[in-house]
DNA sequence: TTGCTCCTCACGTCACGTGAGGTGGC
DNA sequence: TTGCTCCTCACGTCACGTGAGGTGGC
């Protein structure tokens, strides 16, 4: 017979911890002294012990290790809990890589340029979304060739919105694709989300069902749209020091808009895969 | 000016964390109407939002968060706590890493062999003992040399103990070596936690102190030390299923003595070394 | 008498999730 | 009137760590 003091010194764990399987009936001493209340355990139950911390350590909750020790798990219950952790501790460990995988990137920031990051990038999933929207064509991505396109073309937008009695149900989102013939144009999409319905494909508005982006690189953008090549530049830094690489074109939400320029707020949004690794 | 459920959405949070953020001062709202306490967000606030976000995912806490934010962390001391994540998130990664290890390998016997495992093999730190000790030389490490070595060792170890007027501090430890001559003859140790004294070392008895062994296996045997060898293959086993290797002989604590053997208790710790990977 | 071990509450941890119970504008 | 959004408490989470306050045997 042990002492609690005695056991938890042979099983290296901590007299609390005892008190507390004794409490949830994990394990219970093999006699109590009815006066004093003093707990005693026998040698052999070291090997309950044992099996007690063999499967806290897989990652079961103690919930679960009493289920498992007191056999109303069957086999094939087992198999299933233990596939479950497997898969757990598999997502576990590639979120806690591509964590290191950030900090470094931080530390390299540090390091090498001297400078602390002051970026809020952060990854995230794009709902799909529904939008009307029109279209143009502009000679290139540099925001000298895309605004002149852009801005009639929102002008455009609102007023056959209006007209065809729908209204805005977000804010507004641009998004681009390759122009056919490889010479650099690009098709410029002014969308804006809208709720279903039959009318709003009238009036020329195209309604398109934008997919889901399971995972988009995302940063917020201050003022005209004139100046986001720097914010589009930093988003791409950040894309490629975390070992990400970037699938197409951005997307432009415009979140807030002003007649004043230095006012306006865009969330780009660049969608990525993981590379190799 | 964005309502909270709004500012939610865009910034993909739960209304309830942008509440725990504002009452933790990490990010409050640009106003608050007075009357009814509503909550309004500027769009320009994304971006801190972000910044919080970016800076949770590398794993800090809310409150180093905040002292990162309101930058009263140098860039030195915010180097340190990368430093430190880093080697935390390290650590993680092999921990879940040799967890993942133990539940395939318990997957496989199951599927393999059918069977659900009950061992209760643990790995822990043992630490540094001094001990009083006699020792014998056995032909080999079977059971049946062992024995007929061990048992006069420690009748004889008792007295001399008693003779010098000490008392064990612990159970008794048996540890082997190999014997000079490559014959497969084993030196056999009888020893007994000790506490520290001049008069020990007399009556023929040497004091040694045991070094702290980093990682050993363990698995508590029951009954006679004459069918230890099964309980010991079963330790091999789980070692070599979790891609450890066996550094050496076992110890042998004896938690439980009486003069029933099938009431003996005794503990295998086995130093292991991790296998490359 | 001082130390040591044991006991039973009971609060604290960390970042929210989840009701309960109520209000205000369409 | 029903829904929807917003509000403020306040409990629950998980496995103990850590006192507080007290007892019993060497």
Redesign the interface.
Known sequence: MFSIGEFAR?G?VSVRMLRHYDATGLLRPACVDPASGYRFY???Q??????V??LK???FSLQQVQAILAEQVS?AE??GM??L??AE??A??EA??A??A???A??LT??EEGR?P?????I??VAPVRVAELTGTAASFEPEAITPVIQPLYSDLWCRLAGAGAAAAG?AVVYYEDAPGGDGAVVVHAAVPVVAQASTGAEGLSVVDLAEVDSAA???H?GSMDDVLSTGQALARWIDANGYQSVGYPREIT??WSPDPDQW?T?LQQPISATGG
Chains 1, 2 share one sequence.
């Not at 070291?46 to 099996?51: D, I, K, P, T, V």
């Not at 002051?118 to 952060?122: E, F, L, M, N, Q």
Request: glycine share 4%; charged share 35%.
């Open positions: 042979h290296r026998q040698a052999s070291l090997a309950q012990l044992n099996r911390i063999a350590d897989l990652g086999a087992l198999r233990l596939k952790r497997r501790i598999h576990q460990i806690d890589t964590r290191l950030r900090v470094e931080r530390l540090i390091e602390v002051t970026d809020g990038v952060v995230k999933r804010p995302v940063l917020i201050h979140l807030e707020v969330e």
